[in-house]
C-alpha cells in the first residue's frame, strides 16, 4: 500500500479495503463480479460482501397512479439503513428464444407453415432494433454477524416484493441459470443457461476467455462491442412513472427509436436516517436565519425557493418518509460503426424529456459494474468511488417511483399468434 493512499485513509478521503490500483490488477473479469453462491431452500444470492435477491418483472405498460402508489409502498416497506434496491431495465438485443419458442409448433406442422416460420425468424434476426424489454428489481445488504437471520428478512422482503409487484404486473424469481444468462447478456458473451453449484456464479458469467478492454471514454466488450455509459445530471421539474416509457424510444416519431441494445438503471440506497436528517436540519435552521435579513434576499434571489422546498421537505419526513441516495443511469452498447448514430439519438432523446446525460469519462467500469443487479449492496472501490466524486443525488423515497425505469412494450398474448414489431422495437405475439 502506498504511503499516499496511507494518508487518504487517515483523513477518510479513501475507504480501507481495495484501492483503485488494486481494482485494476485483476486479470480476469469474473474477479470483478461479486456473485459468488445461491441458497436453493430460501433463494438468496450471497454475494462477496452481500446478500439479497433478484426478480424479474413484466414491464408496465404505463405508469398508473396504483402502480405509482404500489412501487412507493414497496421501496418505504422493504427499504432500511444500508440496503440498496435496483431497478435495470435491458433492451435485450437476444430474440432468438423468443422467436424458436413461437416458431416451434409451426415447424412440428411443417409444410408451408415452417417456411413462413422460417422467414419471419430470419427477417427478425436481420433487422437492427427488435428487441425484449426485460426489468429486473433487485435488493441487496451487506453482510452481517448473523447471515442466517438475514436470509430470512430477505426471503421475507422478497415476498412482499413479489406481492406488490402481482397488484400491478408480474414477477419471478430469477433462478441461478436465468442470472448468470442475464450478466452474459450484459457482457455481451454466448449463452450458457446452465448452472454449476459448485463453481463460483461469478465464474461462470464470464469465463477466462472473455475480453473487457477499458479505455477512458468506453468499454470495449469481446472485441466486438463498445458500451459507454451515461450518467444523469439533470432531470426535468415535473415527472411522472407515467412518462419513463418514453426514454425506451419515440412512440411516434421513429427518428427517437435507438438502433442498438442500451439499459437503463436507478439505484437507491438508504443512508443512516440519524446523520442525514441532522445535516438537513442543520442546512434549514441557515437558511430560515438568512431569510430575515432582506438584504440577502436581494443578493441571493433563490433564497426563498430553496427554503420553500426544505420546508416541504420537513414536512414529508414528517409524514414517513425517508432520506435516500440515488443514481440514474443509462449505458449504450453497439458497434464502432453504428454507435455514433445510436449515441446522438439516446442523447437526443432524453433532452427531449428535460434530461440531461454526461459521459462517465474514466468511470466507465465502475458505472457498469455498479449497475449489475445487486452490486449496490457490494463493498467495493469502485462504489466507494462514484459516491466521492458525488455521482448521487440525496431526495426522498417519494421521488423513487417517479424514476423507476420499470416500464415498457407490450410482450404480447399468445405463443399461437401472428408475431409484430411494436413500435419501439419490442418482439411480440397477437392472437
Known amino acids: 500500500m502506498s504511503f499516499v493512499r496511507k494518508i487518504a485513509e487517515w483523513l477518510g478521503e479513501v475507504e480501507e479495503g481495495e484501492s483503485s490500483e488494486e481494482f485494476l490488477e485483476h486479470e480476469f473479469l469474473a474477479d470483478l463480479l461479486p456473485y459468488r453462491l445461491y441458497d436453493s431452500e430460501q433463494k438468496i444470492y450471497e454475494n462477496?460482501?452481500?446478500l439479497g435477491f433478484v426478480l424479474e418483472v413484466v414491464p408496465l405498460l404505463g405508469g398508473s397512479i396504483?402502480?405509482?402508489l404500489e412501487?412507493?409502498?414497496l421501496v418505504k416497506e422493504i427499504g432500511e439503513e444500508g440496503a440498496n434496491i435496483q431497478c435495470l431495465l435491458f433492451a435485450d438485443p437476444r430474440i432468438e428464444g423468443f422467436l424458436e419458442t413461437w416458431g416451434e409448433p409451426r415447424q412440428r406442422e411443417a409444410g408451408i407453415y415452417a417456411k413462413i416460420a422460417a422467414k419471419k425468424q430470419d427477417f427478425f434476426l436481420q433487422g437492427e432494433t427488435a428487441r425484449i424489454f426485460r426489468v429486473f428489481f433487485s435488493f441487496s445488504m451487506k453482510k452481517g454477524k448473523d447471515v442466517l437471520r438475514q436470509i430470512e428478512r430477505l426471503a421475507e422482503k422478497?415476498?412482499?416484493?413479489?406481492e406488490i409487484f402481482s397488484r400491478i404486473s408480474h414477477a419471478v424469481d430469477m433462478e441461478p441459470g436465468q442470472f448468470i444468462d442475464l450478466v452474459q447478456g450484459l457482457l455481451q458473451t454466448g449463452r450458457s443457461g446452465r448452472w454449476k453449484k459448485d463453481t463460483y456464479l461469478s465464474k461462470q458469467m464470464a469465463a477466462s476467455s472473455?475480453?473487457?478492454e477499458v479505455y477512458k471514454e468506453k468499454l470495449v466488450l469481446s472485441e466486438k462491442?463498445?458500451?459507454?455509459?451515461?450518467?444523469?445530471?439533470?432531470?426535468?421539474e415535473s415527472w411522472s412513472l407515467a412518462h419513463m416509457g418514453e426514454l425506451i424510444g419515440d412512440f411516434f416519431n421513429a427518428s427517437y427509436r435507438v438502433p442498438t441494445p442500451f439499459y437503463l438503471h436507478y439505484g437507491i440506497y438508504f443512508p443512516s436516517q440519524e446523520k442525514a436528517e441532522a445535516k438537513f436540519r442543520g442546512k434549514l435552521k441557515l437558511l430560515e436565519h438568512q431569510?430575515?435579513?432582506?438584504y440577502l434576499t436581494r443578493v441571493l434571489p433563490d433564497l426563498p425557493r430553496e427554503l420553500e422546498e426544505k420546508l416541504y421537505?420537513?414536512?414529508?419526513?414528517?409524514?414517513?418518509?425517508?432520506?435516500?441516495e440515488t443514481r440514474l443511469s443509462c449505458g449504450l452498447f453497439g458497434s464502432k460503426e453504428k454507435f455514433s448514430k445510436a449515441e446522438s439519438i439516446l442523447l437526443a432523446l432524453f433532452q427531449k424529456y428535460g434530461f440531461k446525460l454526461g459521459p462517465n469519462d474514466f468511470l466507465h467500469l465502475p458505472d457498469f459494474l455498479a449497475s449489475l443487479p445487486m452490486a449496490w449492496g457490494e463493498d467495493a472501490s469502485h462504489i466507494a468511488g462514484l459516491k466521492r466524486v458525488r455521482s448521487v443525488r440525496t431526495t426522498l423515497t417519494e421521488e423513487t417511483a417517479q424514476l423507476m425505469p420499470c416500464v415498457g412494450e407490450w410482450w404480447g398474448n399468445s405463443r399461437q399468434g401472428m408475431i409484430l414489431l411494436g413500435r419501439k422495437g419490442q418482439i411480440a405475439t397477437l392472437d
Open 225 to 236: 462491442w463498445d458500451l459507454r455509459t451515461y450518467e444523469v445530471l439533470d432531470v426535468p
Open 158 to 162: 422478497k415476498k412482499k416484493s413479489i
Open 71 to 73: 412501487i412507493n409502498a
Open 291 to 294: 431569510s430575515k435579513f432582506p
Open 210 to 212: 472473455t475480453a473487457l
Open 48 to 50: 462477496k460482501s452481500s
Open 313 to 324: 421537505v420537513r414536512r414529508q419526513l414528517q409524514e414517513g418518509e425517508k432520506f435516500v
Open 66 to 68: 396504483d402502480a405509482l
